[in-house]
């Protein structure tokens, strides 16, 4: 069974970094594409950026490129959104999340099976 827990949120100021982790608690992990969400209040979820099984691969969208980056080690279960340069803007509970067939489908929450809780991002100006 698939349990997805984030850590790593906090609050920071404009133009610092954070590192957000989200391990898998089941024996899964290898066959899931990873991928990172995030939700402002009254806003939508939106795609932040994806990972397949091996690490090989990654999307980002295009309002993080170049200031995050998605990873993964697989002997540790786990997946990292390495979040640098942060704006106000980027404010917002950040959920990762797994599924087994995502496809071409990787930017949408449809496609994902697992969630984790989300953990918390705020940056002040």
């Known amino acids: 069974q698939v349990q997805l827990l984030e850590s790593g949120g906090g609050l920071v100021q404009a133009g610092g970094s954070l590192r957000l982790s989200c391990v898998d608690s089941g024996r899964t992990f290898r066959t899931l594409q990873m991928a990172w969400f995030r939700q402002a209040p009254g806003k939508e979820r939106e795609f932040v950026a994806t990972?397949?099984?091996?690490?090989?691969?990654?999307d980002h969208a295009d309002s993080v490129k170049g200031r995050v980056t998605i990873s993964r080690d697989n002997a540790m279960r786990t997946v990292y959104l390495q979040l640098n340069n942060l704006k106000p803007e980027d404010t917002a509970v950040y959920y990762c999340?797994?599924?087994?067939?995502?496809?071409?489908?990787?930017?949408?929450?449809?496609?994902?099976?697992?969630w984790g809780q989300g953990t918390q991002v705020t940056v002040s100006s």
């Open positions: 999340a797994g599924g087994l067939s995502v496809g071409e489908h990787a930017r949408f929450k449809y496609a994902y099976e697992y």
């Open positions: 990972i397949n099984r091996s690490g090989t691969g990654t």
